[in-house]
């Protein structure tokens, strides 16, 4: 048997005994009181008897109706006188049989009720213990990692309420081990894709050495290898740059700053180091929008981020191409939009061009699919959004919205 059932059965039989010498001793003190007035009940008649024995039997038994009115003292005395008192009583049969008796069901009556609430103790017990080996079969089935099982209860109670909210927070941890479950497969994505992009300039570099370690070579051809492993490590260098910039924001490392960013400034300083490729392409590039409209973010976190915009719209441009760049605000937010008119994205791409590692099927032979990738997260960073629309051979468009209160 359960350990705390038979505590609480000894408790209860405990109270039990006490309860039925309880009753035993008033039943004893019940009859006590019950003795002397029978006691004075027998004197009154005496006292009838010696007062009105010239009466009739039917006087007789109308002053027996009234025998509260007679005083018993002379009973008392004339029954005295023959040996007669309360105590004798006692030592009759049919007071003793009536005692006993009143004392049996008085401690019966107890015993009933004692049994009636052990059972009804067993059955309570029993049943949150049904209810307990429910909850523990659920935390067992929850620490293997099965998600399945409903264990809500709408049944009042506190043990209820704490199945109630173990599903709760059950609920969050599965959440959470699903969160974990996405980040570790897109850790193992992402290592994988930093490997390849970071393999592919290495194996160039290392191609390139291993042909000037030869010797013999032509000083034209010095030349070219030259610039191509200058080439690499710059992309290289670039490429990892970007990953750390990644990896803070990532981290929430990063603290960017909420000052005024005034867009036709930020805007003219993006296109200053694009001012050549620009010029040997011929586009246009056209800013508009009032010189006053700003939004709260960090400069340099901003110029980071729509630079690699603006060198995507460049890179994808055709000869005599155009850019806009319009921007505007409202109550809501800052909203900017940069649009070109260059080859434009694949319908099947879009989705993904904001994804890092991703390389849609217009991207260029040496891009890793990371520099969109970091402008998104900057600015998510500031309270933004960023969404894409193109059409192939129509153009591009990226609209960015600052809002002015946390989203």
């Given at each position: 048997m359960n350990r705390e059932i038979r505590k609480v059965i000894a408790f209860s039989t405990a109270a039990l005994i006490i309860f039925i010498i309880a009753g035993i001793l008033t039943s004893i003190h019940v009859m006590n009181l019950h003795k002397d007035?029978?006691?004075?009940?027998?004197?009154?008649?005496?006292?009838?008897?010696?007062?009105?024995?010239?009466?009739?039997?039917?006087?007789?038994?109308?002053?027996?109706?009234?025998?509260?009115?007679?005083?018993?003292?002379?009973?008392?005395?004339m029954l005295s006188k023959i040996g007669l008192g309360p105590d004798s009583l006692a030592k009759r049969q049919d007071f003793n049989i009536l005692q006993n008796n009143m004392i049996f069901?008085?401690?019966?009556?107890?015993?009933?009720?004692?049994?009636?609430?052990?059972?009804?103790?067993?059955?309570?017990?029993?049943?949150?213990?049904?209810?307990?080996?429910?909850?523990?079969?659920?935390?067992?089935?929850?620490?293997?990692?099965?998600?399945?099982?409903?264990?809500?209860?709408?049944?009042?109670?506190?043990?209820?309420?704490?199945?109630?909210?173990?599903y709760k927070i059950?609920?969050?941890?599965?959440?959470?081990?699903?969160?974990?479950?996405?980040?570790?497969?897109?850790?193992?994505?992402?290592?994988?894709?930093?490997?390849?992009?970071?393999?592919?300039?290495?194996?160039?570099?290392?191609?390139?050495?291993?042909?000037?370690?030869?010797?013999?070579?032509?000083?034209?051809?010095?030349?070219?290898?030259?610039?191509?492993?200058?080439?690499?490590?710059?992309?290289?260098?670039?490429?990892v740059s970007a990953l750390l910039k990644l990896a803070k924001l990532d981290s929430n490392t990063v603290k960017m700053k909420s000052e005024k960013v005034y867009i036709k400034e930020l805007m003219e300083k993006v296109i200053q180091p694009f001012l050549v490729p620009i010029e040997l392409k011929e586009i246009n590039i056209s800013i508009s929008g009032d010189n006053k409209t700003f939004y709260l973010g960090d400069f340099e976190w901003s110029l980071e981020a729509f630079s690699n915009m603006i060198k995507n719209c460049i890179e994808h441009t055709e000869m005599k191409g155009k850019i806009f760049i319009e921007f505007s605000s409202n109550p809501l937010y800052t909203e900017i939009i940069i649009e070109d008119t260059g080859k434009g994205i694949a319908k099947e791409d879009i989705p993904y061009i904001l994804?890092?590692?991703?390389?849609?099927?217009?991207?260029?032979?040496?891009?890793?699919?990371?520099?969109?990738?970091l402008s998104k997260s900057i600015i998510e960073n500031q309270n933004g959004i960023v969404k894409v629309e193109s059409k192939l051979g129509i153009g591009t468009k990226f609209m960015i919205k600052f809002y002015k209160t946390k989203i």
């Open positions: 007035s029978i006691y004075r009940l027998k004197a009154s008649i005496v006292a009838i008897a010696i007062e009105e024995s010239s009466n009739s039997e039917t006087q007789i038994l109308d002053l027996l109706n009234d025998i509260d009115s007679f005083d018993s003292t002379k009973g008392v005395e069901y008085v401690t019966l009556l107890i015993l009933l009720v004692h049994i009636t609430y052990i059972i009804f103790l067993i059955y309570g017990h029993k049943k949150q213990k049904s209810r307990i080996d429910e909850l523990i079969y659920y935390l067992e089935a929850v620490s293997v990692g099965n998600y399945s099982l409903d264990l809500r209860d709408n049944q009042e109670g506190s043990l209820s309420i704490l199945k109630n909210n173990i059950t609920g969050m941890l599965k959440e959470h081990n699903e969160e974990l479950t996405y980040e570790r497969n897109e850790l193992a994505k992402a290592i994988s894709d930093i490997s390849h992009q970071i393999k592919t300039p290495l194996t160039s570099l290392q191609v390139t050495s291993d042909v000037l370690r030869k010797g013999n070579i032509p000083k034209s051809k010095l030349e070219e290898f030259h610039r191509i492993m200058q080439n690499q490590i710059s992309r290289l260098n670039w490429l994804n890092r590692f991703y390389r849609g099927k217009n991207a260029a032979s040496d891009s890793v699919g990371i520099g969109l990738a």
